[in-house]
């Protein structure tokens, strides 16, 4: 019998700066997800170093379930912290591929390298069993104008 397996990726992030009218400057981050079997529940901070990004929202892709509900919010500390369920029952599928899409906007007031990790993950199977996972980390380029 083979493990079962979830793995959280930063590895092929994505991401774009977006400045309002209001001359916020905004990055969107694409969260990937590789997984055996259907998953039921998901949790998971951010933390980024130096402490540049914060939490804005939080969009999921085509791979996720119409009625599967992502939330995130800005924790003590500038981490966020990401819980993803359903509350009719419904899993992401197995499979490999972006899950989520999270918008920071940035604290920087000059171009700077942030590392952005995933922390404290959770994720589980439709009778709570968890999956082993594997932190991630990328550097992301913030660029200000």
Do not use: H, W
Request: hydrophobic share 40%; net charge negative; proline share 5%.
């Amino acid at each position: 019998m083979c493990a079962l397996l979830a793995i959280l990726s930063l590895s092929a992030i994505a991401f774009y700066g977006i400045q309002t009218d209001m001359g916020k400057n905004f990055l969107a981050l694409s969260f990937s997800l590789t997984n055996e079997s259907p998953v039921a529940g998901v949790q998971f901070d951010l933390v980024d170093l130096p402490d540049y990004l914060y939490f804005e929202s939080v969009e999921t892709t085509d791979r996720v379930p119409s009625n599967y509900l992502f939330q995130g919010t800005e924790q003590g500390e500038g981490n966020a912290r990401v819980i993803g369920f359903s509350l009719t029952g419904e899993t992401i599928d197995a499979g490999d591929g972006p899950i989520l899409e999270i918008t920071f906007g940035t604290a920087a007031s000059m171009p700077a390298d942030v590392e952005v990790c995933t922390t404290n993950e959770s994720i589980a199977d439709v009778s709570g069993n968890p999956f082993p996972v594997y932190s991630d980390c990328s550097i992301v380029s913030v660029d200000v104008e």
